[in-house]
């Protein structure tokens, strides 16, 4: 059998669907017609993405913190208020 190549957006629906529906995702396959373990293969894809994002953004949040720290500490032995304190 050949091989369907489904689109990004058809893949975030089907994934949205199973994860957001209650119903089993045998009945989703069937009903989008996708093999049994295509639509395991999308979710643990898009967890792992979800991931990767959240962890980026923790790391992101970690670091602006960490050079606004600095900044602040620089700033106070300067005699000088930071701008979020101002």
């Not at 979710?43 to 602006?64: F, H, L, M, P």
Request: positive net charge; aromatic residues 4%.
């Amino acid at each position: 059998m050949a091989q369907k190549r489904h689109s990004e957006e058809f893949r975030r629906e089907a994934v949205k669907l199973a994860l957001t529906s209650g119903l089993p995702r045998e009945a989703i396959e069937d009903d989008l017609r996708i093999g049994k373990s295509t639509l395991g293969k999308w979710i643990t894809q898009y967890r792992q993405d979800q991931k990767g994002v959240s962890e980026s953004a923790v790391s992101a949040v970690g670091a602006n913190r960490a050079r606004s720290g600095h900044a602040g500490r620089a700033l106070r032995h300067a005699g000088e208020k930071p701008r979020l304190l101002q």
